[in-house]
């Protein structure tokens, strides 16, 4: 079971935005980048963005990503068809157990 | 161009030990660390664990006990080895190059294991 809580699923339509929120801990989020990857169907994850708010390069400025306390947030502006896919939020995570790598729980992002 | 390219065998027997290997072209291992991330059917992501180009491994606490991983610089290769394998095991698993806070920026398109009798 993830630690980082994101919603299960987001739409809209061609043109318009989107956000995903992904909610997490003092002991994650909280003390440590987040990441932000896109599986389209059928594919491995791709890296959409690093430290919080960075896009890689060939990311579309379309993307972007933002952290306040224990919570990020991806949106997505002018929606295309492309942009269907599973995005997932990710971020180190520290237990007494060690740390550890934590996907979010993912959200699927449909274009209607 | 870094590529990433996972093998071994897509069928594991319950209580085998799981093993694959990621082969990178395209650059060199060094300078780098490298993960294993699994999808269970779906599922969503579970990282396993990473190691350094010389030899330092962190591996996610529920797994840590059943895995090991490894690298050989000469091959350009880093492997995985996933004991005493279950049902739940069976998942696509990728590896990627882990940038450390660039994140994992390049991916294999993974590969499916199968844990059946």
């Known amino acids: 079971q993830s630690v980082l809580t994101q919603p299960p699923s987001a739409s809209g339509t061609p043109g318009q935005g989107v956000t995903i929120s992904c909610s997490g801990s003092s002991s994650n989020i909280g003390n440590n980048y987040v990441y932000w990857y896109q599986q389209l169907p059928g594919t491995a994850p791709k890296l959409l963005i690093s430290r919080n708010s960075q896009r890689p390069s060939g990311v579309p400025d379309r993307f972007s990503g933002s952290k306040s306390g224990t919570s990020a947030s991806l949106a997505i502006s002018g929606l295309r068809s492309e942009d269907e896919a599973d995005y997932y939020c990710a971020a180190w995570a520290d237990s007494l157990s060690g740390s550890s790598y934590v996907f979010g729980t993912g959200t699927r992002v449909t274009v209607l | 161009q870094v590529q990433l390219q996972e093998s071994g065998p897509g069928l594991v027997k319950p209580s085998e030990t799981l093993s694959l290997t990621c082969t990178v072209s395209?650059?060199?291992?060094?300078?780098?660390?490298w993960s294993w991330i699994r999808q269970s059917p779906g599922k969503g992501l579970e990282w396993i664990g990473h190691i350094y180009y010389s030899g330092t491994t962190k591996s996610n606490p529920p797994l840590k006990s059943r895995v090991t991983l490894s690298v050989d610089m000469s091959k350009n290769q880093f492997s995985l080895k996933l004991r005493s394998v279950t049902a739940a095991d069976t998942a696509v698993y990728y590896c990627a190059r882990d940038a450390g806070d660039e994140g994992k920026d390049f991916w294999g398109q993974g590969t499916l294991v199968t844990v059946s009798s």
């Open positions: 395209g650059g060199s291992i060094s300078g780098y660390y």
